[in-house]
């Protein structure tokens, strides 16, 4: 029996890989997400052949967690609107590490016999699993508008440091206390680990929410991993490693690209809206009509098309899928340009578009596109903000200084589809909307479309 298990679990690995790896291209990350599930179903359904878990109430347990956690997953997942989509990943993330966690503690109520070692790294593991947990929480809470605005108090960091401390001396007290630990040490060592995530979650501020969502990714697969070591269980211990080096490596290529260090993400205040930089900015934003902005496009040759946060809140990217096809139907070429941190996560502008039938072939990300700008006629930011700020190049004195950025101010002429005069959502002011060469086209983004569309056609 103990043969069959372990080639079903490195079945279920080997799926697990291959799967991530596909996941890598949006091309063939649909079928990746397909394989990836095979092997979550059969590394869940071999866990019935293990000899610890037989019996009635325990099969009846597991059935009964499988159909609850299942069915929830597949309405929420039915409903979720694609807007909604990084919120609902920090929330099921946040579950994965919570259930490693759960799985620390149980470990350590005595239900199996640890050496020091062992009981050393479910410590370890149920401090990484419920900081992931609860931060997910606030994650997507503030990424849901529960929370609206970041909490701060002071001496706020020496206040996390100590509870952090506290947590970390629990554990060293519980690693060495043998196999019966006392429930009332557990109980405050579990509370102070998820208290500890939720301080170090609450002064973040939204615009870092991307690079935080992809950390706690990370722990959570540490997490996994550990447990596995802890149970022996060679599925956790592969599926942990997997996740967590891949949620690491999109930490580190998403703080890149933000030219920030994850301490920095971490432990600054940069990133709740309203702040940021007050440098002077010179010239005054110039407003377009839609008509106007329509011949623009129409008589171009080349337009370049850079979404953001605000195209997917105004469920635009239906109806500049419907503008992009209206323009290559009279001879331009349309671009895509993807900034690595646009939306609220990884990838949340290619899913959007995906979604509304754009060729992936025509989506460029920031390598790629940025040298074209030069030659674009027009470039159309919707909804972009912080993204395409010429300040990340020009001026030392911007906390987003360094910041690689989409070069659409060196378009000859930019439209900006933008609901209001605001900053960005790190607080940032656009020096890109004050330029000579943007004209701004305010109003939703699917209204602003639709009146593009309607310009274009009037042209005939």
Do not use: C
Not at 65 to 85: C, E, F, N, Q, S
């Amino acid at each position: 029996m103990g043969f069959i298990i372990n080639v079903a679990y490195f079945a279920a690995a080997v799926l697990f890989i291959v799967g991530l790896k596909q996941m890598a291209s949006p091309v063939t990350a649909r079928r990746g997400i397909v394989w990836a599930g095979w092997g979550m179903v059969i590394a869940t359904l071999v866990t019935f052949l293990h000899p610890e878990v037989r019996g009635f109430i325990n099969y009846l347990l597991i059935i009964l967690g499988i159909g609850i956690g299942g069915g929830l997953a597949w309405y929420t997942g039915k409903r979720v609107a694609m807007t909604d989509m990084p919120q609902m990943i920090a929330l099921y993330n946040g579950m994965g590490g919570g259930a490693a966690a759960g799985i620390g503690i149980v470990a350590l109520m005595g239900s199996y016999e640890l050496s020091w070692a062992i009981q050393f790294i479910a410590v370890v593991g149920v401090i990484i699993g419920a900081v992931a947990f609860s931060g997910s929480l606030i994650a997507f809470a503030k990424l849901q508008g529960l929370i609206t605005k970041s909490l701060r108090f002071d001496m706020q960091q020496k206040i996390n440091l100590g509870v952090l401390g506290a947590t970390v001396l629990l554990g060293i007290i519980i690693s060495f206390s043998g196999a019966q630990v006392n429930g009332a040490l557990l109980t405050v060592f579990l509370l102070l680990a998820l208290a500890f995530g939720i301080l170090m979650t609450l002064p973040i501020g939204g615009a870092d929410m991307p690079v935080v969502i992809s950390l706690y990714n990370a722990l959570t697969g540490l997490a996994v991993g550990l447990k596995g070591l802890v149970l022996d269980n060679a599925a956790l211990m592969i599926a942990g490693i997997v996740v967590g080096a891949a949620g690491t490596l999109l930490t580190q290529l998403m703080a890149k690209a933000m030219n920030r260090p994850i301490s920095n993400v971490l432990f600054s205040h940069f990133g709740e809206t309203g702040g940021g930089d007050q440098s002077e900015v010179t010239g005054t934003m110039k407003e377009i009509e839609a008509s106007d902005a329509g011949v623009m496009m129409a008589f171009a040759d080349k337009v370049i098309i850079v979404p953001g946060y605000g195209m997917a809140v105004a469920q635009a990217q239906h109806k500049i899928w419907e503008l992009t096809q209206l323009l290559q139907e009279r001879g331009v070429t349309v671009k895509f340009a993807i900034h690595p941190v646009a939306g609220r996560m990884p990838g949340h502008m290619n899913v959007l578009l995906a979604e509304a039938g754009v060729p992936y072939d025509i989506i460029y990300d920031l390598d790629e596109i940025n040298s074209e700008f030069k030659t674009a006629d027009v470039a159309i930011v919707i909804g972009a903000n912080d993204v395409v700020n010429p300040v990340a190049r020009s001026n030392p004195e911007s906390p987003i200084y360094g910041m690689p950025i989409l070069n659409a101010d060196q378009a000859k002429n930019v439209i900006v589809i933008k609901r209001g005069k605001g900053a960005g959502f790190s607080g940032v002011e656009n020096h890109l909307f004050f330029a000579d060469n943007t004209r701004m086209l305010y109003g939703d983004g699917q209204k602003a479309a639709s009146a593009l569309i309607s310009g274009i056609k009037e042209i005939g």
